[in-house]
């Protein structure tokens, strides 16, 4: 039986409780990379945080169809792969596999389908053709523009007024545009990566890419619409308005943005010097980073700082050293059994319940860490051991539990210590060392 879930929706402010447009299924789209270099430690909460939702969504009984996006074509793009002298698409095969290959190191799984922009720009058009014909488009000499004062419900999801917006919007090139809120949609230009359109050679509007890939894949409204806080406006606003134009509806039913990562107070940035790449964190560094972003509530800024992620590597370790070494002794007694702690499961399962409270769950781990510290209860310990083991794969925190090819040492460890062969135990203790059990 599906359980009852809470989500704060961003559209709305409040927590709601969540209902599936579809029974027992749920579609997700979350906004993913604009691939022209490595991701930094900022783009991989995100990528955390919705894996979890996914995972939580399964685990409580629903099917997830989860895509995020690839942006392959962009101003951005095009500059880094001049710059390095090679074509577009070599730039972004480049770095969509480094992305992949820095999602998986993160512990989170591949999104069901991650849909390249450039795989849909014949739909992009046609879109946009649509647009203009119901009036709410419109060409100038520089491309093609959306009508933002068409849309009343423009700003409901970013709270922004349009007053604000209009004392807001920086000076345009284009002084065709009827109004300095309407955005690009359709970009005219000849210089690098371009397509044919009834308006001239170019290439879509950023906001216009997701809002066709959405329309395209889930031919519908969906579920929930995710990613981080900075893209609640201008894109995700545009997103919305596309879709109250074109489709009559607001696209997603919840909106979900997590809260950014900052470094020591400041906003990460090339010309700060500041930024972090995932890439560059050693393997235990990003299980910890993980373990770190879901210490937080994703609607929680974090302000990052080497030492935050010292702490978290050690209390990585220390975990995965208890847990090892519980299972190595309960393994060499045959003290196994299958039997969970229904009252920490139910804890843990309430806090996921309530929007997500990933950093609820991580005080119950340690908590339960403390008790697997204290008792000398086998079936006690056998009980939280199985806990963890079923916990950690919801929120997808990989402890290498694999104790498999070590009983052997173990046995020979406690055999030589009870015989006072303490030299012999050593030599036994030290390998156990080295493999992280002690």
């Not at 099917?63 to 942006?71: A, C």
Request: charged content about 25%; overall charge negative.
């Amino acid at each position: 039986m599906i359980k009852a879930l809470q989500i704060y929706n961003t559209l709305t402010k409040s927590l709601e409780t969540f209902e599936p447009i579809h029974q027992g299924s749920v579609s997700m789209y979350v906004c993913g990379p604009t691939v022209y270099g490595d991701i930094h430690i900022g783009n991989a909460r995100p990528v955390i945080f919705f894996d979890v939702v996914k995972r939580v969504l399964e685990e409580i009984g629903y099917h997830v169809n989860y895509v995020s996006n690839i942006t392959d074509v962009d101003d951005k793009i095009i500059e880094k792969a001049k710059s390095e002298g090679i074509s577009e698409a070599q730039l972004t095969t480049q770095y969509i596999e480094a992305f992949q290959t820095m999602v998986k190191a993160l512990g989170s799984d591949l999104p069901d389908m991650m849909p390249k922009a450039t795989d849909y720009i014949s739909q992009m058009i046609h879109y946009i053709t649509t647009l203009i014909d119901m009036g709410y488009a419109y060409e100038t000499e520089q491309g093609v523009y959306f009508r933002v004062n068409r849309i009343n419900a423009y700003g409901e999801l970013s709270k922004q007024k349009r007053e604000a917006l209009e004392q807001a919007v920086r000076i345009d090139l284009d002084q065709e545009k009827e109004h300095p809120n309407d955005f690009s949609i359709w970009k005219k230009t000849t210089d690098g990566l371009n397509y044919h359109s009834p308006w001239g050679e170019g290439r879509p509007g950023w906001h216009t890419e997701c809002a066709v890939m959405n329309h395209e894949i889930f031919e519908g409204m969906i579920d929930i619409h995710g990613g981080g806080s900075d893209l609640m406006f201008p894109h995700h606003e545009n997103e919305r308005a596309q879709a109250l134009a074109h489709d009559q509806h607001g696209l997603a039913t919840y909106w979900m943005h997590n809260a950014r990562l900052d470094i020591e107070n400041q906003k990460m940035s090339k010309s700060l010097g500041n930024i972090i790449y995932v890439k560059d964190l050693s393997d235990l560094q990003k299980q910890a980073f993980r373990l770190l972003i879901l210490a937080h509530h994703y609607r929680q800024p974090i302000q990052y700082s080497s030492q935050l992620l010292e702490q978290y590597e050690k209390n990585y370790q220390t975990l995965l050293k208890k847990l090892r070494m519980t299972k190595l002794e309960l393994t060499a007694s045959n003290e196994m059994h299958k039997t969970l702690d229904a009252s920490y499961q139910k804890r843990i399962i309430d806090a996921l319940l309530q929007d997500f409270h990933t950093a609820q769950v991580v005080t119950i781990i340690f908590e339960m860490q403390k008790t697997l510290n204290k008792t000398q209860d086998t079936k006690e310990k056998a009980t939280l051991l199985n806990t963890f083991e079923w916990l950690l794969p919801i929120i997808g925190l990989n402890l290498d539990l694999n104790i498999s090819d070590d009983v052997k040492t173990y046995l020979s460890w406690q055999e030589a210590r009870n015989s006072q062969k303490y030299r012999e135990a050593d030599i036994y203790r030290n390998e156990l060392m080295e493999k992280g059990y002690i």
